[in-house]
């Protein structure tokens, strides 16, 4: 399993960042290779992806939520393998630092090629910079869900 850590400043205060992280349905804006996220309920969303010409589907769920300060997640289901977090620090009024952590499993030839060439950890990457850019952009979040969910629960 490799582990993919970013972290980026956004011109944003805390909460804006953190409400926009949740409208996880706008993700394929910023994250390249996302075609689709479908959010099932509070907890599950549905992902369609498509890389290197491989589509994907997969399940994910919600375990550990705290608003203005992190979102844990795991897959559930489907041939992709991953759970990560992103925080959220308040620097200031007007800044925040986001941070994701994210442990990728490889399966088939095509993501074990893209892992050890480091293409997953550039995309990943790429994705935090294009959320700092869509945040900023955009003035503030299109939505935010402020519910808590607990470890176990």
């Known amino acids: 399993m490799s582990t993919v850590k970013e972290s980026v400043e956004v011109e944003v205060p805390v909460h804006t960042a953190y409400n926009q992280w949740t409208q996880f ?3 394929p804006q910023f994250m390249e290779g996302v075609e689709r996220v479908t959010q099932i309920d509070d907890r599950h969303n549905h992902w369609t992806t498509k890389v290197s010409g491989v589509k994907r589907e997969f399940d994910t769920e919600i375990v550990d ?6 979102i844990a997640w795991r897959t559930i ?3 992709t393998k991953q759970k990560g977090v992103v925080s959220f620090q308040r620097l200031d009024e007007t800044h925040t630092r986001v941070e994701l952590v994210m442990e990728v499993e490889p399966s088939g030839v095509v993501d074990k090629a893209a892992d050890m060439t480091g293409m997953i950890d550039r995309r990943i990457k790429g994705d935090m910079r294009r959320f700092k850019e869509f945040i900023e952009q955009q003035g503030g979040e299109s939505g935010g869900w402020r519910g808590r ?4 629960s």
Do not use: C, M, V
């Open 25 to 27: 349905e706008e993700f």
């Open 65 to 70: 939520q705290f608003p203005d300060e992190r």
């Open 77 to 79: 289901s489907g041939d």
């Open 149 to 152: 969910i607990r470890p176990g």
